[in-house]
């Protein structure tokens, strides 16, 4: 799943014909200075500026700001911009219209295994997470497109009534349609607010998830993917995804700081039962990666670099289940050319290194890491007849 | 018995390298278990009428290519499954394709990144017509003794290590292809093994889960038991331990769950396949799934390491029960045959060479001459006649010879557009030959009368020098056994107009004070013969070989720096005339002497 932005994700909430607020995005008080000379609203409405980052608890923060005029959003987007919040610094700010309402509802559309749901409800904001029961879904299956009577009954049962029933029916028709047209895994439009002005409902806020996979048809999807996990993604995991993407086979690498067991794991189901093992044995994971479908070495080289370079790790586990056809001695061959360079710039002093793997030319790539022995490395190398995850219980009983 | 893959499963594979690579795989399973190759056929427009070779054995079997499903099953309505290796943007494509066929009946994806919407339509599509789709993303399908689909199973030895060759009591069913692996490995070692092992894929929507396999399963007398290796996300583990607990089954369920590690780790970090994440509301934990699983009574080891003892003692309880029999290993298995390499490694063959070379090895990693590594050559500061030296003539010159050789290089690189090799190159160029044809072009012309005479002058003059023969003797040697003599005369230059190169050379040679024989007779034979006729001078030819005879290149090599320095002009030449764009050119007219005899009646073709 691929998380997009407000902005962009606002972007194509209005390409299928979904009224959004007005906003820009911009990246300097300047910008957004000649931004209010061509656009009228900008000076009429009153404005709400948000960091336009991949942040949680954005409230807390300070980074968003309600109820401005132009000057105060001017003012909101200087304070913000450069701010720098852990890893991140705010680069863009979103302002958009603030759009008077009364009512506010909910819409959502998701991907289920027989199909679609639609999700409505005739409350929004933070009364739909406690009022769940009041959401009612329109449940389609594969292939099939939300009928207008379908969707003006689930409205009718969300207990909208009079002309908001067509409405609210027709507002989720277009959200199912963007949803079913961009490939997107879940959409989400809380509040949905009914404007004052002239009755219209509006999409207040959005969360868009794409389906990343299927971005080789959608030439127009021109904006990053936001990470997923509430921050922005660190400049070592941006370079290990920027050879994943280059590569047969895959390489994964997400930090996670205050850990001291370092992960070089394969395979993307292995490598979660090695992360398993670790928690269940009382340790503290420094990071989560995976290598697979027989990448080539040099990409598994960079990714060891990027394990030996954790801070404060004490043990790293080069675990792996018995591969199909991912070469183990080619692999390997990578893992130990990073060992290597990671000994020669003084990193892995006092780190221990636990080895377990099977498969294609298992006994070469086996040999291999246990001759790093003799050049110094504190290393303990097993084999298929050693249980998976044994070796994070050896080296964690050690400590 | 097994399930959805047997003895009587023939398969299509869809798509280019990687389906290859699966055949071999699947190849060496069919030698293992003694039955014929299971892939009948190939789908790949761009090389449709063509075969591949799969190796089977110690032979190999051909593989036809067609353009579309419908055509291989036409030719070969045996296959009944297709094995999808199409890139992710035409597999969903390709997918529909195989299932729309009415002969194929189980359509396995390997396919990775396949849009989650193309997996559903296709998951869809296969349940209407009744038909299996497994995967995306899946690693493929096994049934021990009788079919493998895919790669999984991994290398040779790893099918005989984990006893494929044979049916075991175990159905296991995982989204991890690597832990598919892991697990039949581990039913071999703790138990008898296994029937039939899937891959349904890491993706959110397989387009069948668990429980489509479950029934399968339950309804297969030889499977006992059924591994499920499952992991946090969507709600597949659940359905199946809800299948597993409505009503008392057969099967025996034994499952794990991976991903409790997510309940310590910062709020929202997910990471593993792409179907492994938390539903928005906490729903597909792995926790909620393991609990799912063992309130429906299925056996639920702590963690994957306990999973070898619980499958262990699960089986000696069958065993004890009479449910199921301890296996009989057959007496012995094929081997698959070694490649020569590997036999040549393990000492097992002898092979006689084809060829023989005793000047440079590049199987390390990069080239050594004679022995020194050409890096090393370079780095203490080497040159080219050095290398020339090494190849041509197994030593390493000295710095004294080396430029010698290189002046030699550099006074014979060129001679201009108009004699016979530079012309060649350029009529080829002309034509628009390609660089080393028309290089070839010219070198062709070298010869007795054109640069050639190198090595011959050097053995006459070697020859002389190694009998002590006077310049007189030697003359009439070789008016009597070979005519005139390699390396004396010149077209254009003579005693009045003399050759600079040989004067250059000559001189240069002669400062350093060394020993030349060959040049000193060559010069003496010079003084003769030029009194003769005023063109009978050493030429460049001769001057070349006397210098190179008397520093110790063999004979046979001579000519070879005439070819190799003036293959410098001619790619000189031929580079210039490209970069011109010059056009195609012929012969005028006037230049020809048409001597041939004039037009005539052509008389009626005798019968």
Redesign the interface.
Known sequence: ?AKVLEGPGMGLMKKWGITVPNYVVVTSVDELTKLGQVNEWLKKSKLVVKAHEAL?SRFKLGLVKVDLDFKGAEAAAKEMLGRQVGSITVVQVIVSEMIPHKEEYYCAVK?T?E?TDILVANCGGIEVESNWERVKCLAL???QQPSADALEKVAKEAGFTGPLVKKMADFAGKMFTCF?SE?A??LEVNPVVLRELDGALIALDAVTLL?G??K??HLDWNFAFAA???RAYSKHEMEVMAVDSKIKGSV?F?E?PGGDTAMLP????????Y??????RGGK?AN?A?Y??DPPDWAVEVLTDKVCSLPGIKNIIVG???????DVKKTFGGIINGFRKAKSEGKLKGVKIWVRR????EKEGLDAMRALKDEGFDINVFD?HT????IV?KALQKQ | MSILANKDTYVVIQGGVAGV?AAR?MAEFCYLIKRSLNVLAFVYPPDAGKSHEIPYGSGLVAVPIYKTVAEATTHHPQINTSLVYIG??RAMKGGMEALDDAHIKVVSMIT???????A??L??HATKLGKVFNGPSS??IVSAGSCRLG?????FD?LV?SKLYREGSFGVI?????????II??CSQFADGITTAIGIG?D??PGT?YVSYLEMFENDPQTKAVVI?G??G??LEERAAEWYGAKKRRVKLMA?V????Q????????????G??EG?KGEGS?RAKSDAFKNAGAIVP????AL?PAIKEAYQEMLKSGLVKEPVEPASLPKLPKTVEEAMKADEVMVAPLIRTTISDDRGDEPCYDGYPASELINKGYQIPHVVGLLWDKRLISNQEAEIIKRIMMLSADHGPCVSGALGTIIAACAGIGMSQSVAAGLIMIGPRFGGAVTDAGRYFKYAVDNKMTVDEFLVYMKKNHGPVPGIGHRVKSLRNPDKRVKELVGYVKSLNTKTPCLDFALEVEKITSVKKDNLILNVDGTMAAVLVDIGFPVDSLNGFFILSRTIGLIGHWVDQKRQDSRLIRLFDYLVNYAAPKRREVPPLKQ
């Open positions: 799943m949680g991907s295994r199909g299956e594969v292939g079913d490939d895994q879940y389906d996979d299927a080789f048809r997923e996990f509430g994964k997400i996670i394969a395979g993307g189901g292995a490598s979660v039962y992360s398993d093992a670790v928690v269940a994971l989560y995976e697979s479908g792996g289940a018995i591969a199909n056809f991912t099977g498969g294609p030319r298929r249980p998976l995850t044994d219980d | 690579n795989r992710a943007d990775e990144g396949v849009p989650e919407k193309d559903k339509i998951g869809r690693i493929g790669v999984i199973g991994g290398a790893n290590l995982t989204k991890s292809g690597g832990l598919s692996n892991e490995w581990i890491g959110a929507y889960d290796v992991e946090m969507g709600d794990v991976s991903g409790f590690c309940e310590s780790l910062p709020k929202g970090m997910k990471f593993g396949h792409a492994a994440k928005l792995a702590a963690t994957f390491g070898g």
